[in-house]
């Protein structure tokens, strides 16, 4: 079964987070890594809120 709230957070969070990276990847004197940094951020963000969910839950 599909979680919609789940689905909602990471397309917020994409349409919030993506034009960050984007313009601190394109950044001629920023530092390379720091969209890989804010997206590891994020995926452990939502390790964190659903770890404590069963597999039996949807």
Known sequence: ???YRLVA???LLCI???PMA???AIEPDGN???PFVVWAMIVFA???AY???GPDES
């Open 46 to 48: 939502a390790y964190v």
């Open 1 to 3: 079964m599909l979680n």
């Open 32 to 34: 390379w890594f720091r």
């Open 16 to 18: 919030v987070v993506f």
């Open 22 to 24: 984007t313009q601190w």
């Open 9 to 11: 957070t990471l397309l």
């Open 51 to 53: 770890r404590h969910r």
